[in-house]
């Protein structure tokens, strides 16, 4: 039975839709000025989209398994947003700063709104009541996910400062951005390791029902309280490593380029 899992492949519209608009949106821009470096990572962020949101990783997510969700919101929030963030058109910035919405896109991407609107969203949506509702309505569960995405997508583009000369922090700006923001992201992570108690009842009842839920705690002796305890463990500790990664990679970052422009012939 659990084998079957494997074949637990959807077709949700919702899905297929946002990212139909992302890759129109990007061809638009990207067709002015190819740059390959982007659309590979533009295409990595749509496949592996689609995978967290449409393989079997969603259905065990969706109905049994608190740790598959943390897994799949990881991805979203430290794999796919940071690509798209990466993968933004210098033309679509230029459109942007040249637009009525300039003022609106300036506060929009500050960082301190930025680093607020990152740390509140991922608290926000594993409060039991908001995360049990997402577990119950299709349309918050959509909502949920655009949201990591898009919150997510905007604090690593200030994080990373793709685009020259768009409000760019200082280099140690930048690290003290990041860690900081890894720290309620680690505590949250702890909190749910360590609860006493089951946050998400729905998992429970889900694990207690007749059919996979069943199987799932017999045969790997899965109980919902375990499996939060990993799914907070997942969220605390390869999420905490994440944050550390990209702290490293700004550092060499900013020695790559000094040594880059000297490269340059004059």
Same mark, same amino acid.
């Given at each position: 039975?659990?084998?079957?899992?494997? @074949?637990? +492949?959807? &077709?949700?519209?919702?899905?297929?839709?946002?990212?139909?608009?992302?890759?129109?949106?990007? +061809?638009?821009? *990207?067709?002015?000025?190819?740059?390959?470096? $982007?659309?590979?990572?533009?295409?990595?962020?749509?496949?592996?989209?689609?995978?967290?949101?449409?393989?079997?990783?969603?259905?065990?997510?969706?109905?049994?398994?608190?740790?598959?969700?943390?897994?799949?919101?990881?991805?979203? #929030?430290?794999?796919?947003?940071?690509? =798209?963030?990466?993968?933004?058109?210098?033309?679509?910035?230029?459109?942007?700063?040249?637009?009525?919405?300039?003022?609106?896109?300036?506060?929009?991407?500050?960082?301190?709104?930025?680093?607020? *609107? &990152?740390?509140?969203?991922? +608290?926000? +949506?594993?409060?039991?009541?908001?995360?049990?509702?997402?577990?119950?309505?299709?349309?918050?569960?959509?909502?949920?996910? =655009?949201?990591? #995405?898009?919150?997510?997508?905007? &604090?690593?583009?200030? %994080?990373? *400062?793709?685009?020259?000369?768009?409000?760019?922090?200082?280099? #140690?700006?930048?690290? %003290?951005?990041?860690?900081?923001?890894?720290?309620?992201? @680690?505590?949250?992570? %702890?909190?749910?390791?360590?609860?006493?108690?089951? =946050?998400?009842?729905?998992? $429970?009842? %889900?694990?207690?029902?007749?059919?996979?839920?069943?199987?799932? $705690?017999?045969?790997?002796? #899965?109980?919902?309280? @375990?499996? $939060?305890?990993?799914?907070?463990?997942?969220?605390?500790?390869?999420?905490?490593?994440?944050?550390?990664?990209?702290?490293?990679?700004?550092?060499?970052?900013? &020695? *790559?380029?000094?040594?880059?422009?000297?490269?340059?012939?004059?």
């Amino acid at each position: 039975m659990i084998a079957a899992i494997l @074949t637990k +492949w959807s &077709f949700d519209p919702s899905v297929f839709t946002g990212l139909a608009v992302l890759c129109a949106g990007y +061809w638009w821009y *990207a067709r002015r000025e190819r740059n390959p470096r $982007q659309d590979r990572r533009f295409v990595a962020a749509m496949l592996i989209a689609l995978l967290a949101l449409e393989s079997p990783l969603d259905f065990v997510a969706d109905r049994y398994l608190f740790s598959a969700h943390m897994v799949q919101h990881l991805v979203l #929030i430290l794999g796919v947003a940071p690509l =798209l963030a990466l993968a933004v058109p210098d033309g679509f910035i230029a459109d942007v700063k040249a637009s009525l919405l300039a003022p609106l896109a300036r506060f929009c991407v500050h960082p301190v709104v930025v680093f607020v *609107a &990152f740390v509140v969203d991922v +608290w926000a +949506w594993h409060a039991p009541p908001m995360y049990e509702a997402t577990l119950h309505s299709e349309a918050v569960h959509v909502a949920e996910h =655009l949201s990591f #995405i898009a919150v997510s997508a905007a &604090f690593w583009w200030v %994080a990373f *400062a793709p685009n020259d000369g768009v409000a760019q922090l200082p280099m #140690i700006g930048r690290v %003290a951005y990041v860690f900081l923001a890894g720290i309620p992201n @680690t505590l949250l992570g %702890a909190l749910i390791t360590f609860a006493p108690v089951v =946050l998400y009842p729905s998992y $429970q009842l %889900a694990l207690e029902q007749p059919g996979l839920g069943r199987a799932l $705690q017999l045969q790997w002796g #899965i109980t919902a309280l @375990t499996d $939060q305890e990993l799914g907070g463990l997942l969220m605390w500790v390869p999420g905490g490593f994440v944050y550390l990664a990209v702290i490293v990679a700004i550092f060499m970052s900013s &020695f *790559a380029r000094p040594s880059a422009a000297e490269a340059e012939p004059a």
